[in-house]
């Protein structure tokens, strides 16, 4: 039996540490485990003629590809009309967030045969080795014109997680290393109830690697020349024991790193531990500068909280990263104007600290959906359509949409330290307008706005190009990267 996973493309792949492919890696090592012969094609790296290639030498009759909404669609789509149109009896398979929300909408397009939704691992694998289809839990599929889903599948236990290895014979490790960069993930899962997150949905337990094992794994990524590792965890602090078990790992193997953290769940106590044992920044989901709008979102956590963070990472000499969202069903005009002024607020507390303004997209059957629904949101009626929703842009529901795009735009130019680095006239022209902006809130559709949708591609493009340099998030340097 044999198999191949795909990660495809995404758009300005090249402006991050790129991520190895967990999503399909742990699939991978789960069919390896069990005699399947596995490809991993990330094409981000790899080239369609690759896969087409291997299609034709090795003749698999299942082909997986990982998905995310957002530009990602669009790639995976590509991918699957010129497989389709080579090989018509391949079986293509979407799996991840996107399709588990809409398997009925995904299958609706003619490329795709099945989703998976949920968890990927028992699935695929039975749907590989030939288990009746109709028994395979978390399984979508066509029959002629109709689609059936199955009941959704178990989580898998956290044993089960901790069998799971990061298969790096599979990739090359070197890709994703970068400058001794590397992102991990280590954990799945978080139990909170924020009402516009998919994990409510169903990734509501927590499991996880336990300190021995993310040991073991986090060996194999030294010895493979990581030093800087970013926790990519929804929950990487959920269990205290593991947590102070790994502090003394990472101070013996002097490794400096970053993960995501409650507001609510830091005080000086922790951040001193964090900061003697590597730690250089936290990143906080803080949300919104209005306490009505953070109640919306269900968050659970108070204005005094995000500012308290502040203080303490101040104190601490800890850089901190705080996540913002405008666009919110329910939110006015002078909530948004809370939320730049607390952003304003944590800045000159912590200097250091970083931030992002996201405009929030709500995800079908999410809380904030209905919210959204009710205020006129017409979410994208089709795949292809959902290829198009991004990070800063702004429904056309949203009465504020053009002025909540600027600002979105503005915290990516002036909220990290990546764009000070930038030498070229016209990013230093597009900093100069941003930090007028930020200073007297002017947010007014503008040319730079206009300037990023009509170049978003040639940007992507350029950014491409760029191979041989890269941004370090530890350092904020760009620095020579010399790929294998
Ligand atoms: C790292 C990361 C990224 C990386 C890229 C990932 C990579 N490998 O390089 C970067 C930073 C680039 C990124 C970008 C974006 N991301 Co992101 N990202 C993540 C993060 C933090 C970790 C992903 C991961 O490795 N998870 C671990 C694996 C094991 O879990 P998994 O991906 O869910 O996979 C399991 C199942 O979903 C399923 N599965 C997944 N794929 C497949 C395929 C097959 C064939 C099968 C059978 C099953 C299957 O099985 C897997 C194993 O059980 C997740 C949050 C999270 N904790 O998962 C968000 C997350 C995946 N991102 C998300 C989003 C929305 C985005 C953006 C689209 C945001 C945006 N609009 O700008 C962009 C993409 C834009 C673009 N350029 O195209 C959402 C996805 C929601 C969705 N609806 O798809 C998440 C869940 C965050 C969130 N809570 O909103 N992301
Ligand atoms: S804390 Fe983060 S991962 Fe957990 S439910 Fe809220 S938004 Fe989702």
């Not at 909170?192 to 060996?219: H, M």
């Not at 909530?335 to 507390?349: M, Q």
């Not at 764009?419 to 559709?445: G, V």
Request: hydrophobic share 40%.
């Amino acid at each position: 039996m044999n198999s191949i996973l795909i990660y495809p493309q995404l758009e300005f792949a090249k402006l991050q540490i790129p991520t190895p492919p967990y999503s399909i890696l742990f699939i991978a090592d789960y069919l390896l485990k069990r005699n399947v012969d596995v490809k991993i094609f990330d094409l981000r790296f790899d080239s369609l003629s690759q896969v087409i290639n291997d299609i034709s030498d090795n003749d698999p009759e299942f082909i997986g590809i990982s998905v995310m909404t957002g530009p990602q669609i669009y790639y995976a789509l590509k991918i699957c009309e010129i497989i389709k149109k080579e090989f018509n009896n391949v079986k293509i398979v979407w799996g991840g967030i996107h399709s588990t929300i809409l398997p009925t909408q995904t299958l609706q397009n003619k490329f795709i045969d099945f989703v998976i939704r949920g968890e990927g691992e028992k699935a695929y694998h039975e749907l590989v080795s030939g288990k009746n289809q109709s028994q395979i839990k978390g399984l979508s599929f066509k029959k002629g014109k109709k689609i059936f889903h199955n009941p959704n599948s178990d989580f898998l236990t956290s044993s089960e997680i901790n069998e799971l290895n990061i298969p790096w014979t599979l990739i090359n490790p070197k890709r994703y290393i970068r400058n001794g960069n590397l992102n991990i993930i280590t954990s799945r899962g978080c139990p909170f109830k924020c009402a516009f997150c998919y994990n409510t949905l169903f990734n509501d337990v927590w499991r996880g690697w336990t300190a021995e094992k993310c040991i073991r794994e986090l060996d194999k990524c030294l010895n493979l020349g990581a030093k800087k590792i970013t926790f990519y965890d929804d929950y990487f602090f959920a269990n205290s024991k593991r947590i102070k078990e790994l502090f003394v790992y990472f101070k013996e193997q002097d490794i400096r790193w970053k993960a995501e953290l409650r507001v609510n769940r830091l005080d000086y106590s922790l951040a001193e531990e964090a900061k003697n044992h590597g730690c250089i920044q936290m990143y906080f989901g803080a949300e919104s500068g209005s306490q009505r709008v953070l109640n919306i979102l269900n968050k659970n956590i108070s204005i005094k909280d995000i500012i308290q963070s502040a203080k303490i990472t101040k104190d601490t000499d800890l850089s901190a990263d705080y996540s913002w969202m405008v666009g919110i069903p329910g939110e006015t005009k002078p909530d948004v104007k809370k939320t730049i002024t607390l952003i304003k607020k944590i800045k000159e507390i912590n200097p250091e600290s970083e931030f992002s303004i996201k405009i929030l997209f709500p995800y079908p059957k999410t809380e904030i959906y209905t919210l959204a629904k009710r205020e006129g949101f017409n979410p994208p009626a089709n795949l292809i359509d959902w290829a198009e929703v991004r990070r800063d842009q702004a429904s056309n529901y949203l009465k504020l949409k053009n002025q909540l795009e600027m600002i979105s735009i503005t915290s990516a130019i002036i909220g990290r330290k990546v764009f000070e680095q930038e030498s070229m006239p016209i990013f230093k022209l597009i900093r100069f307008m941003a930090d007028f902006r930020w200073k007297y809130e002017f947010f007014s559709a503008g040319f730079e706005n206009f300037f990023f949708k009509i170049f978003r591609d040639l940007i992507d493009k350029v950014i491409s190009r760029r191979t041989s340099v890269e941004y370090d998030p530890f350092t904020h340097e760009f620095v020579s990267i010399k790929e294998d």
